[in-house]
């Protein structure tokens, strides 16, 4: 059974500080990882990928991957309002073409 | 502009009336599938298609139907919709292969069945 587990949250952060997105997985063999951000009632959008351990940065967020540790996060630095939304965790499967997916978190960034 | 529409975008039915909700991607993407996200539970994954005539279940196939007779078309089929199946529904494509490709979504419908 694959399985990606996230804390549902809510994850309330003040506006300007960092937020820490975590996901785990259960299968060794996942080979890609997503980050996906939704607002209410609309659908997905990817914000960032990463598949080798240590950090990936884009502007204002990093993904980070631990494989030994089955553990991949997602840091917002300068956290603002409009980040307020729910994060999803998505891992591809090497051999596979299904992407699993968390039940997501909501991070609420008050002004 | 690379995109996946769905449509309708909105719809109300009542129980037993059968539906169809169409999904069309410009990508020439292989990879294409349903989900349905409810409150608390995520997104949870209906059926699946590799390619045109290749479909597959998902997590939760009971009560739909698919199709996959041309490589950008992946229509969801309910023949007879119930109250349960009321729920807010993403149709999603993506290259096939090994590599970390991204995963494009549809606008989403709504559908409520009364």
């Known amino acids: 059974q694959k399985e990606v587990e996230q804390n549902s949250g809510p994850l309330s952060v003040p506006e300007g500080a960092i937020a820490s997105l975590n996901c785990t997985y259960s299968?060794?063999?996942?080979?890609?990882f997503f980050w996906y951000r939704q607002y209410s009632g609309k659908s997905p959008e990817l914000i960032m990928f990463i598949y080798s351990n240590g950090d990936k940065e884009d502007g204002r967020f990093t993904a980070q991957l631990n494989k030994a540790s089955q553990y991949v996060s997602l840091l917002i630095r300068d956290s603002q309002p409009s980040d307020s939304a729910t994060y999803l965790c998505a891992v591809h499967l090497s051999g596979y073409s299904t992407l699993t997916f968390g039940k997501g978190t909501m991070l609420l960034v008050s002004p | 502009e690379a995109q996946v529409t769905q449509n309708p975008r909105y719809l109300i039915t009542v129980t037993g009336k059968k539906l169809t909700v169409t999904c069309s991607q410009n990508?020439?993407?292989?990879?294409m599938s349903w989900y349905r996200q409810d409150p608390g539970l995520g997104l949870r994954q209906i059926y699946y298609?590799?390619?045109?005539?290749?479909?597959d279940k998902g997590d939760v196939p009971e009560g739909y139907k698919v199709s996959r007779k041309e490589k950008r078309n992946f229509p969801l089929i309910l023949e007879s919709p119930s109250p349960n199946q009321t729920s807010l529904y993403f149709c999603a494509s993506r290259p096939t292969g090994t590599g970390p490709y991204r995963q494009y979504f549809g606008p989403g419908t709504r559908l409520t069945v009364t």
């Open positions: 299968d060794r063999g996942s080979q890609s």
């Open positions: 990508m020439n993407h292989e990879y």
């Open positions: 298609s590799m390619n045109v005539e290749v479909t």
